[in-house]
């Protein structure tokens, strides 16, 4: 069990400190002020002195060399003190520092009041060393101060009754009650210099985690896909975290915050919201279109919060979130292509099995007839249960790509040889040699791939192409290449019509398809291959042998080939991929 820390003791003001006030980091700076001001006012303090003698001499007054020499003594020593000493918290013991102040002051006052020969007084002077120990120094310091200052007002009190036997008593009685108040004032002047020193600490405190916690809060509005705007009631946008940036389309950073709302006029519906937000004194939600002349419009959905004072002394605040509705849709319609995707998954597995049934079924029925109508008509059923056999299996090969998860097995696989057979194997199966031109120029590359996996993905771009080239040779090219910075690139080209924009935008999402007999599965089969292996893939519009065209491109990460391969190795393994189901 961890020991308790020792209880130190209470003070009127709270707990007592047996160190100073200002031993601290966090009390230095205070410190230096406040020496600064003790040392400014000893100086002031022996000007006067200085002055006072001359008065005293003006006016026909004897004054003493002594007591000349004494002023103009301490002038210099306060004088240097403020000029070169550092100032230092007191250590437990006294230093030679704090001699030479509170030390000095009370010797020099203490002379000045033994070489006194008027009816001047000048004990009140005491005050200042006495407040200097207590405000900076420890409480030992500052009794021990007001102890020696107690001590030679008595002394001087016997000195004076020695030479004045008459007034004994209230020489001393003066002396006591003198040496008693400078006892309070060391008191209070420490407990209160301990109290400031506490509260300037729990302050600096606050001060720290509240800075930091900006600094989180700030952190947290930055990093928010959500545009976030405080606007105040004049329409002036206080604060504006990056994502709003973006949404309102202002590229220009240095135009951050603040600015007018009202500025633009596609930004009247998000001015007119915050007014309304003012005017009603409650939250507010709308969706809000942003006309910029030179891009396309920008839907948002916006929601008001009010920030307002309760007793209406500060100025009211519009806080305006901001959400693209893009974005919304693209996350919900993700939602629903997962939650169709599980459920597409089941159903694929239960028609398997019927549609088997029905394709063997069909077989044997086909072998028995000889009716040229009857037999069309059984071919109808072998195509569309080929089709749907196809789709079945593509929708359980995304179920298989998902339950590999991101690590798979990849082995070093050369480029260009797996592509020449691959492409061989498929204009057999599609009839299509002349409109395909291989031009590989990957030789010696390998890349990271599973076998099977780069089998299906350049089949899957291979179809794709086919179904929107024209008849022409060479409407279909697949080239390989290595880029500038060593990555192996494929690319799938064919020399189809353009895609629309809202096309691109979804090519790579399943079930997406601008073809009513496509399933909409092959080319995001062909994205979660990619990233299963860590390729990339991507569209492009691209002009080869002065024809415009799609292209679809793949970046594979490299691999060494491995001398070892023989061909006869190379056979085994594609015999092995072409056996793959």
Not at 513 to 529: A, K
Request: contains cysteine; proline residues 4%.
């Amino acid at each position: 069990m961890a020991k308790a820390a020792p209880d130190s003791g209470n003070s009127w003001f709270g707990p007592v400190e047996k160190s100073g006030a200002w031993e601290s980091d966090a009390g230095s700076e205070s410190f230096g002020r406040l020496w600064r001001a003790f040392m400014a006012a000893r100086v002031t303090l022996a000007t006067v002195l200085l002055a006072l003698q001359a008065s005293i001499y003006a006016l026909g007054q004897p004054v003493g060399k002594a007591m000349i020499a004494l002023c103009v003594a301490y002038f210099i020593a306060a004088l240097a003190i403020r000029v070169w000493a550092h100032p230092k918290p007191p250590g437990s013991t006294f230093d030679a520092q704090w001699l030479s102040t509170v030390g000095l002051d009370v010797l020099a006052f203490s002379a000045l009041n033994f070489l006194q020969s008027g009816a001047i007084n000048y004990t009140a002077l005491f005050a200042l060393p006495v407040l200097l120990a207590s405000v900076l120094g420890p409480i030992l310091l500052a009794l021990g101060t007001a102890a020696s200052v107690a001590l030679l007002l008595l002394a001087d009190a016997w000195w004076a009754s020695l030479q004045l036997p008459g007034d004994a008593a209230a020489r001393f009685l003066q002396a006591g009650l003198s040496g008693s108040g400078f006892f309070i004032i060391a008191l209070l002047a420490n407990q209160l210099a301990l109290r400031l020193s506490r509260e300037q600490k729990r302050a600096e405190r606050s001060q720290s985690a509240a800075l930091i916690q900006t600094q989180v809060n700030e952190l947290v509005i930055d990093t928010l896909v959500d545009g976030v705007l405080v606007i105040d009631t004049g329409g002036t946008v206080r604060a504006a975290n990056p994502a709003s940036l973006r949404l309102l389309a202002i590229e220009d950073a240095a135009r951050a915050a603040p600015f007018v709302l009202a500025a633009k006029t596609a930004w009247q519906p998000l001015a007119a919201l915050a007014q309304r937000t003012f005017e009603k004194r409650s939250p507010q939600q709308s969706d809000v279109s942003l006309e910029h002349p030179s891009r396309h419009a920008r839907r948002l959905q916006v929601r008001t919060r009010l920030a307002a004072s309760r007793d209406g002394s500060h100025e009211s605040l519009c806080v305006m979130f901001l959400e693209d509705l893009r974005e919304m849709e693209a996350r919900v319609r993700t939602e629903k292509m997962a939650a169709m995707g599980r459920m597409s998954a089941a159903v694929a597995h239960e028609i398997r099995n019927p549609l088997a049934a029905i394709t063997q079924a069909n077989a044997l029925l086909e072998e028995d007839l000889q009716d040229a109508g009857q037999r069309q008509l059984t071919g109808m059923v072998r195509q569309n249960a080929q089709r749907l056999a196809r789709i079945v299996e593509e929708i359980l090969n995304i179920s298989r790509v998902q339950e590999q998860g991101p690590q798979v097995q990849t082995s070093a696989l050369p480029l260009d040889d797996m592509l020449r057979r691959i492409c061989s194997d498929w204009t057999q199966q599609t009839a299509s040699g002349k409109r395909l031109q291989l031009l590989a120029g990957a030789d010696r590359v390998a890349v990271l791939f599973e076998g099977e996996h780069l089998r299906r993905l350049i089949i899957n771009l291979l179809d794709n192409a086919l179904r929107y080239a024209s008849t022409v040779d060479g409407a279909i090219q697949v080239i390989t290449e290595t880029t500038a910075a060593g990555q192996p690139r494929l690319s799938v080209w064919s020399d189809g019509q353009p895609l629309e924009k809202t096309v691109q935008s979804h090519l790579f999402e399943p079930f997406f398809s601008s073809e009513s007999r496509s399933s909409g599965l092959g080319l995001y089969i062909c994205r979660e291959l990619c990233e299963r292996h860590g390729a990339l893939i991507g569209y492009q519009r691209v002009v080869r042998n002065s024809v415009e065209g799609n292209e679809f491109f793949v970046l594979f990460r490299p691999a060494v080939v491995e001398p070892a391969l023989s061909p006869t190795g190379f056979d085994t393994m594609w015999s092995d991929i072409r056996k793959t189901p």
